[in-house]
């Protein structure tokens, strides 16, 4: 299954960016969505996940308000909806998935299948 990442870039403090995680040959019955990500010198940190299950749904305390998790099963797709952006989002972000299971997975090391990575870089 590959999962391919598109919409990072640079943007202004204060501004939006819409990421987005195209997953074609994902089952989209019951699943595990997460996104990570990865800033210079630090580790990787769960951002956000969503599970198929109902209410099962998960935001970082440093993202919470301003980023939304969504996903499109016809379009077998996902979405990070990023607002109010701030210098200390500038990271890599990661976009996961893992089948079969209908829970916000917070963890890593439970994904299986991964993006590519897209650079999201935020000016002051």
């Known amino acids: 299954v590959q999962l391919v990442e598109s919409g990072g870039g640079l943007v202004q403090a204060g501004g939006s960016l819409r990421l987005s995680c195209a997953a074609p040959?994902?089952?989209?019955?019951?699943?595990?969505l997460g996104w990570f990500r990865q800033a210079p010198g630090k580790e990787r940190e769960v951002i956000s996940c969503?599970?198929?299950?109902?209410?099962?749904?998960y935001y970082a305390a440093s993202v919470k308000g301003r980023f939304t998790i969504s996903s499109d099963s016809a379009k077998k797709t996902f979405y990070l909806e990023m607002k109010a952006l701030v210098p200390e989002d500038t990271a890599v972000y990661y976009c996961?998935?893992?089948?079969?299971?209908?829970?916000?997975?917070?963890?890593?090391?439970?994904?299986?299948?991964w993006g590519q990575g897209t650079q999201v870089t935020v000016s002051s």
């Open positions: 040959g994902f089952s989209f019955g019951d699943y595990a």
């Open positions: 996961a998935a893992e089948p079969w299971i209908p829970l916000c997975l917070d963890r890593d090391t439970v994904y299986d299948y």
């Open positions: 969503i599970g198929s299950g109902v209410g099962h749904v």
